[in-house]
């Protein structure tokens, strides 16, 4: 990663782009879906990333900045939105004493008080639930939802009356309108047995069925956030009803009428109400009695019934937190002190080899199982065969578990690395196939290089064979090709494909299968006997060709049927051909892609060393070159041969930047060609024309200053059509 003061403006502009896009997905997935890829740690690392920059630079701010953002959108929830009356807020984060102590200077700063001005805060702990909102009206529940976006929630309130915890009438006098806000949880012992009765009434349904019991069929939920979740946002509330589910307040929203003038005095009354607060809250003055009221929080959180994440402070007097006001997303009087990942002991008993869709091996961790955070983990994944280096771990190692942000469990220490045991070895073979399994220049991970021929890899492999990008085989959808699987009917590759017409008759006796359906999808596949050659080079998948390097791989070549004479070439090139005594990696690197460009017959900027070698990887494999052969008997691929009409962009060098709304980025550069262009990935003196979409950026700026012609996909389209 990049220091923040070695960044240039343009390279933190397209950081920021990417930092905005990454953390929206997983604040989407976490929000709204309840499915977090990623732990709470890993989370807020990105924000804190996102925070470093723009406090960098400050003039590079997004509108769609993570800071302006809370929650997600409710956008396909079955549930209906209610829009909140006052904006449910998220909170900064501190992760360190310096952190908390520079939160309440800041206070100071603000409010112009003293260095012995008292400021008394509130210290609570952080529940980890599902943010919701209780609107009282005249001390009767009207109406719930959960926070959504800060703006627009999700109407629960059929759901929430059914948890006991909330009471359907306030006691005592409460304003005439008062929305109570808090957390809907569930405790970890009822966690633990909702997810035992969920696997007895799967046990149940199998014996009822008179089927074999497996365990892995019964959908049980992760941990106990993402139950409570799951529970609250049911369009059918008999099923909240079946969960056992709790609240704790730690705010309000609306309110007619404020019965007390600070934050301990409010949540006490609200407690008196009959809502329960949490048991932890205490009022605190200064610094060091909030940093002794966390480590008191910390030290009692394993014996806790319910999951905390931290401490929440927030600044005790309402006149104050009026004054102090909000930044975008966050009040400036709150501020939540994040505890570091719970860890356990455990003994790694095994390292297995996992290989994803992508070819990419990932070893995984098999632990005696142990509880963590009120979770027992048994899986830890390792990353990479780096990983596994830095760590030094083998099967028998006792090794540190931590659930990072509480989510995703890693092992952070191993405490018998220095054991006299053999170090663990990791496969240079994919153990699915047997395919050589090799890591790329520069890069960590390791992968299959069995491609099409690895069951591991086969599906996805195959669907993308026949996606619309590469031979567009009308039909043969996922769904086909996952059947056509099962049956074994694709077992040797594409080939395969073509070969589909023998099955015929058993075919027609399948579910969905009738007889116009089965001719059109065999008319398809015959279609494409004679495929375009990039498109059939490009639907073998191999690492680094993507549809445009294929077409500049065969500008060169003509024949696709050379390809593996030429990748041999390379392959033996590498082998006899080290980087010399006193050579630079640049000076090596140069004469390496030089001599791919001369033996592929290239000159596109884009055919370099990686795509080299990943020609040279694939061919070399024996399944590979057999799988080619196969596929080669039963298609018939033409010289490949670009045409090229005169027009007003012949000879140009032209970039395609931003959302472009009637044709793909490929087909845009395709175009280009065909026209006579070259398309460039990137804005440089050297480039003649930009053609910008909606959301062009970082180019189209660099375009402005340099000034160069900029047009839009309509212009472009025009410029098309008149080259005839």
Known sequence: MTEIE?????????ELMRLARKIAHHSKLYHAEDAPEISDAEYDALVRRNNEIENA????????????????????????????????????????????????ARVRRFLNLGA?????????????????????????????????????????????????????????????????????YMAKADFTALNARLLEEGRALAAQREQDFDPATVRQFANPRNAAAGSLRQKDASVTASRPLRFLAHGWGEVSAL???TQYGVMKLIESWGVPVSPLLERCDGVADLLAHYAEIERRRAEMDYDIDGVVYKVDRLDWQQRLGFVAKAPRWAIAHKFPAERAQTTLEAIDIQVGRTGKLTPVGRLTPVTVGGVVVSNVTLHNRDEIGRLGVRPGDRVVIQRAGDVIPQVVENLTRDEDRAAFVFPDHCPVCDSEAVAEEGEVDVRCTGGLICNAQKFERLRHFVSRGALDIEGLGEKSIA??????????????????????????????????????????IEAKRQPDAARLLFGLGIRHVGAVTARDLLKGLGDIRRLPEKAAEIHAWLETNARAEGESDGKYTARRVEAFKAILEVRADGIGIAVGEALADFFHEPHNRDLWDDLLSEVAPPLYVVETRASEVSGMTVVFTGKLETMSRDE?????????????GSVSAKTDLVVAGPGAGSKLKQASTLGIRVIDESEWAKIVEAAG
């Open 6 to 14: 070695s960044l240039s403006q343009a390279d933190a502009a397209n």
């Open 57 to 104: 630079f400050p003039q590079l701010i997004r509108a769609d900045s993570p800071n302006n953002q809370v929650g997600a959108a409710v956008e396909g929830s079955p549930l209906a939105k209610v829009a909140h009356a006052v904006r449910m807020m998220s909170l900064d984060n501190a992760f360190a004493a310096e952190d908390v102590d520079e939160f309440v």
């Open 116 to 184: 012995d001005a008292a400021v008394v805060l509130t210290a609570e702990d952080k529940i980890d639930g599902l943010s919701c909102s209780l609107r009282y009206e005249k001390g009767k529940l009207v109406q719930a939802a959960t926070r959504g976006d800060g703006s627009v929630g999700e109407d629960v309130t059929a759901n929430v009356r059914h948890i006991a915890d909330i009471p359907q009438e306030l006691k005592g006098a409460a304003p005439d309108v008062f929305e109570i806000r808090g957390e809907v």
């Open 259 to 261: 019965p007390a003038d």
């Open 483 to 524: 059947e056509f699987l099962d049956l074994g009917w694709l077992d040797k590759g594409p080939a395969d494909i073509f070969r589909l017409k023998s099955h015929r008759a058993d075919l027609l006796g399948r579910e969905g299968w009738k007889e116009k359906s089965v001719d059109n999808l065999f008319a398809a």
């Open 668 to 680: 845009a550069k395709a175009q280009a060609e065909a026209l006579g262009a070259k398309a460039a």
